[in-house]
């Protein structure tokens, strides 16, 4: 694994923790947490198996 494929994975997990803790606090919605979800998940998926 390259370090750039590392990064892409801690960067995408860093997002979904903050997305959760938003969503925690209630200054974000469900909706809002599974669309900040679904697309960290498709960029992650779309960069992670093109490099």
């Known amino acids: 694994m ?3 494929k590392l ?5 995408s997990v860093a997002v979904i923790v903050v997305a ?3 969503h925690r606090q209630r ?3 469900r909706n809002g ?5 679904a697309a960290t998940a498709a960029v992650f998926a779309a960069m992670f198996f093109t490099q």
Do not use: F, H
């Open 2 to 4: 390259t370090e750039a």
């Open 7 to 11: 990064g892409l994975i801690l960067t």
């Open 33 to 37: 947490l599974v669309t900040v979800i």
């Open 27 to 29: 200054a974000l919605g």
């Open 20 to 22: 959760v803790a938003l």
